[in-house]
Nanobody, 129 residues
Framework: QVQLVESGGGLVQAGGSLTLSCAAS????????MGWFRQAPGKEREFLGAITRSGGSTYYADSVKGRFTISRDNAKNTLYLQMTSLTPENTAVYYC??????????????????????WGQGTLVTVSS
């Protein structure tokens, strides 16, 4: 099983950009599909997007499509989330997650009977107005 550690969070002004990283250690990173999620204060965790094991395909929630980009570098065991045009509504704790099955990443926040194999601990992003 991999272990995941997010980094890159912090304070950014509205309209700005930020790139988060998720470093994986342990079992082979490339055997997992990966995803990004966020949880704003007082709200449920939200799916942002996912990427296949090879990185060849990505899937995004409508709320971030066109503004957020997910990528991975299997040689560096690292997942990335590039965020642009940030607004105060994007303030949240951002989590990466790993699962051998891509579909699980896409549905986990909508299906309480499912869970990912691995979650990171989260990194806080604060967008100021």
């Amino acid at each position: 099983q991999v272990q995941l550690v997010e980094s890159g969070g912090g304070l950014v002004q509205a309209g700005g950009s930020l790139t988060l990283s998720c470093a994986a250690s342990g079992r082979t990173f490339s055997s997992y599909a990966m995803g990004w999620f966020r949880q704003a204060p007082g709200k449920e965790r939200e799916f942002l997007g996912a990427i296949t094991r090879s990185g060849g395909s990505t899937y995004y929630a409508d709320s971030v499509k066109g503004r957020f980009t997910i990528s991975r570098d299997n040689a560096k065991n690292t997942l990335y989330l590039q965020m642009t045009s940030l607004t105060p509504e994007n303030t949240a704790v951002y989590y990466c997650g790993a699962d051998p099955i891509l579909h699980t990443l896409v549905v986990v926040t909508a299906d309480k009977d499912r869970d990912l194999e691995v979650w990171g601990q989260g990194t806080l992003v604060t967008v100021s107005s």
